[in-house]
Nanobody
């Protein structure tokens, strides 16, 4: 069984920074792409940033230049460094990962979410 656990959310003033972490644990053979999503109240969940197993990244236009996604492959951990935060970044942030538990068996996993609140 695979688990993703996020941490690092909280309350911050506009212009501030936060760093989110997502740790994968359990029966892990390999991790393919990982991503951060967010969902604000009354809105659909949206992709924030993604990173492949090779380290290629892509970002939502709304966070380009402010957020940075990274991975520690040895620790099976993904990060999201969020700078210059805006009130519109307020949301629950979810970690997502395409994880294989064996060479032929894999799945798409979600964390439980961590709240980020940016005050104006």
């Amino acid at each position: 069984q695979v688990q993703l656990v996020e941490s690092g959310g909280g309350l911050v003033q506009a212009g501030g920074s936060l760093r989110l972490s997502c740790a994968a644990s359990g029966s892990i053979f390999s991790i393919d792409a990982m991503a951060w999503y967010r969902q604000a109240p009354g809105k659909q969940r949206e992709l924030v940033a993604a990173i492949t197993s090779g380290g290629s990244t892509n970002y939502a236009d709304s966070v380009k230049g402010r957020f940075a996604i990274s991975r520690d492959y040895d620790k099976n951990t993904m990060y999201l460094q969020m700078n210059s935060l805006k009130p519109e970044d307020t949301a629950v942030y979810y970690c997502n990962g395409a994880i294989r538990s064996s060479r032929i068996r894999g799945g798409n996993y979600w964390g439980q979410g961590t709240q980020v609140t940016v005050s104006s």
